[in-house]
């Protein structure tokens, strides 16, 4: 007769490793400047992340394979990205992440050095942009957003964890009423 192990024994984990684990955080950041793109990946460097520079928002969908020509399988926690670029704004980027069902869950925020966009803010926050950030970005601007991802990361694999531990309970009472 097989033994019956109690859910507490099960191993129910798949690759979580990521979750909770700062230095494993990945950036994706977009700016046409490159000093601005030095200092944003520096700071997130500082502040444990993995980055990835692009110079333009063409070059972040490319990278995200939203430009139709790739088909890349990233892990990639946040987005971040100027909101004034030639060719394709932020916001214009902001839209076909939001419009993907690979990225929209994915969370963008919009970079700016425009003082009075007040307007530029809402517009942006209205479609489905996490926060909006004034340039110069600070250190502690960048460690608010790590912090509040860790924070949804640690939520999302708890959920995961009680989902999991709920459904070996009911394996383990089908079992126990099965006798086997």
């Known amino acids: 007769m097989a033994e019956v192990m109690r859910p507490e024994k099960l191993d129910m984990s798949n690759d979580t490793s990521s979750l909770g684990s700062p230095e494993l955080l990945h950036v994706l950041a977009a700016d046409d400047s490159i000093v601005d793109r030095k200092f944003i990946e520096r700071l997130l460097r500082v502040s444990s992340c993995k980055v990835t ?5 063409t070059r972040a969908l490319q990278y995200l394979g939203l430009d139709g020509n790739h088909s890349f ?3 990639i926690n946040l987005i971040m990205t100027d909101y004034s670029m030639p060719g394709m704004t932020g916001y214009e980027l902001l839209k076909k992440i939001k419009e993907s069902s690979a990225f929209r869950e994915i ?3 919009i970079m700016s050095s ?5 307007v530029l803010i809402g517009i942006c926050l209205e479609e489905g942009a996490e926060d909006f950030l004034l340039k110069p970005v600070k250190l502690a601007d960048v460690k608010r957003l790590r912090d509040s991802l860790l924070k949804a990361d640690e939520i999302a694999f708890k959920n995961i964890m009680h989902k999991r531990e709920l459904q070996a309970n009911d394996i383990y009472s089908q079992l126990k009423r099965a006798k086997i």
Request: hydrophobic share 45%; with cysteine; charged share 30%.
């Open 53 to 57: 520079v692009v110079d333009s928002a």
């Open 114 to 118: 425009e003082k009075s966009c007040l």
């Open 73 to 75: 399988d990233l892990k």
């Open 107 to 109: 969370p963008v925020v």
